[in-house]
């Protein structure tokens, strides 16, 4: 965990400035989970980096709890909600193990881009269930690190050597799918966003 905080900490001012890829599949993620989202919501997101989805998000919902392990990266989101104007998002640093959170509170857990960054994503996705009320909605983007072209899986261990790249887990599509089912979701959306990633929604259910 230490080491994730050091390499995101590094990393946030660069991260910050660097625009999103792809515009049009952002906007599409952002609609596709706005339309689960109801105004009474409580939201978590945990890796939430400069915040700029939770932002994106604060209207739509009552609240937002947006987490991260790096205090650098939740610096400049505080800076960028202010900015913003926005007063429904608190950002709490820490991970999905330390959080001193109650079970079944909140309506919905954002996981963008983080779970293959875990050690353990399948602790973490049965963490999210329980934080879940039922009903509730696990809405995941995911870098699908197994199914990457040959060459990064060779590339990725050097760049990690050298302190370039952070801990990635190599998920699969099909992997990642067996993981929340396994914890108890249901896949109630499931869109292969781009090659190399995956968006899904997933419901815990009502009983
Ligand atoms: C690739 S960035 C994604 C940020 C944001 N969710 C987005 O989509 O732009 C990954 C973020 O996860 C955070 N992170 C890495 N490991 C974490 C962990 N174990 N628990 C919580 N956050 C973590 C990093 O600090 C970083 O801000």
């Known amino acids: 965990m230490k080491s994730a905080k050091v390499f995101w ?38 890796g939430c980096g400069t915040g700029s989805t939770a932002i994106q998000h604060a209207a739509h919902v009552d609240h937002i709890l947006a987490t991260d392990v790096s205090p650098r990266m939740l610096e400049i989101a505080e800076r960028k909600a202010r900015e913003a104007g926005i007063g429904n998002i608190r950002f709490q640093e820490g991970s999905l193990e330390t959080l001193d959170l109650a079970p079944s509170s909140f309506d919905a857990v954002l996981g963008l881009n983080i779970l293959h ?35 990064w ?21 099909k992997g990642l799918v067996t993981l929340l089912t396994n914890a108890g979701f249901y896949i109630d959306h499931e869109w292969r966003a781009t090659r190399e990633s995956v968006f899904i929604i997933a419901g815990k259910p009502l009983i």
């Open 9 to 46: 900490d590094k990393a946030a001012p660069r991260y910050a400035k660097s625009p999103v890829k792809d515009e049009e599949t952002y906007q599409k993620k952002l609609s596709i989970t706005r339309s689960y989202f109801q105004r009474d919501w409580s939201v978590l997101e945990f």
């Open 117 to 151: 960054l875990l050690e353990d994503a399948e602790g973490a996705i049965h963490r999210v269930h329980t934080l879940l009320k039922p009903g509730g909605v696990f809405v995941s983007s995911t870098a699908l690190v197994a199914e990457m072209a040959f060459y």
């Open 153 to 173: 899986r060779w590339v990725i261990p050097v760049m990690q050597r050298l302190g370039f790249a952070p801990h990635v887990s190599p998920l699969s599509q």
